[in-house]
């Protein structure tokens, strides 16, 4: 089974960036697409942000759009989140998936607070802290 293992998280000021890594164990081009999802404290799950394997294409929620960008590094079996301006909002525990089923790249974020449809995704990292604050 695909093993997903996140790193790059930390603490950083608002305003600040970071670059979180999803590095798969294997390839991920047999994979529909891996996505990015965070937790805050209190708050539901959030999907935030996937890419489509086939093709490249992209989804960011609107709260995180124009701040981060997903992309990826086939040679690396590796995705990124950069994450610039980040916001006291954005402390959560970001933590990425990969899924063989497809669905509409535009439903990423209403789905993506639903456990049942999160658990079409099969593989799961452990996830990364990211805590804005001063």
């Known amino acids: 089974q695909l093993q997903l293992v996140e790193s790059g998280g930390g603490l950083v000021q608002p305003g600040g960036s970071l670059r979180l890594s999803c590095a798969a164990s294997e390839s991920t081009s047999d994979y529909y697409a891996i996505g990015w999802f965070r937790r805050a404290p209190g708050k539901e799950d959030e999907g935030i942000s996937c890419?489509?394997?086939?093709?490249?294409?992209?989804y960011y929620d609107d709260s995180v759009k124009g701040r981060f960008t997903i992309s990826r590094d086939n040679a690396k079996n590796t995705v990124y989140l950069q994450m610039n301006s980040l916001k006291p909002e954005d402390t959560a525990v970001y933590t990425c998936?990969?899924?063989?089923?497809?669905?509409?790249?535009?439903?990423?974020?209403?789905?993506?607070?639903?456990?049942?449809?999160?658990?079409?995704?099969?593989?799961w990292g452990q996830g990364t802290q990211v805590t804005v604050s001063t």
């Open positions: 998936a990969a899924t063989s089923l497809s669905f509409a790249l535009s439903r990423f974020g209403a789905l993506g607070s639903q456990q049942n449809w999160r658990a079409g995704f099969g593989s």
């Open positions: 890419i489509r394997m086939t093709d490249g294409s992209t």
